[in-house]
Nanobody, 126 residues
């Protein structure tokens, strides 16, 4: 049974940092395209970052240079290091995993991912 569990969210002031973790079970992250998404109230879920099976990464323009996605294949854990946080980063953050060795054509499309965590809240105050 596949399970993804996010942690590390919280409340910070603008300019602060947080590190999100996504602990997985029932899968091997090395074989999956992994992504971080976020959803603010009243808005659609948006792709924040992804990391492919070859360790290549992509980011939303709004977080480039501030967020870093990484994964530890030995721990089957995904991370998102977030720095210089801004109030507009406030959202529920979700991690997602594709099916094994899936060729994800559009990493920003939530439908490309088969498994999701329950989310962790990030709140940034000005």
């Amino acid at each position: 049974q596949v399970e993804l569990v996010e942690s590390g969210g919280g409340s910070v002031q603008a300019g602060g940092s947080l590190r999100l973790s996504c602990a997985t079970s029932g899968l091997h992250v090395y074989a999956r395209v992994m992504g971080w998404f976020r959803q603010a109230p009243g808005k659609e879920r948006e792709g924040v970052a992804h990391i492919d099976t070859d360790m290549s990464t992509s980011y939303a323009d709004s977080v480039k240079g501030r967020f870093t996605i990484s994964k530890d294949n030995t721990k089957n854990t995904l991370y998102l290091q977030m720095s210089s946080l801004q109030p507009e980063d406030t959202a529920m953050y979700y991690c997602a995993a594709s099916l094994p060795w899936r060729n994800v054509m559009d990493w920003r499309n939530p439908e490309q991912y088969a498994y999701w965590g329950q989310g962790t809240q990030v709140t940034v105050s000005s």
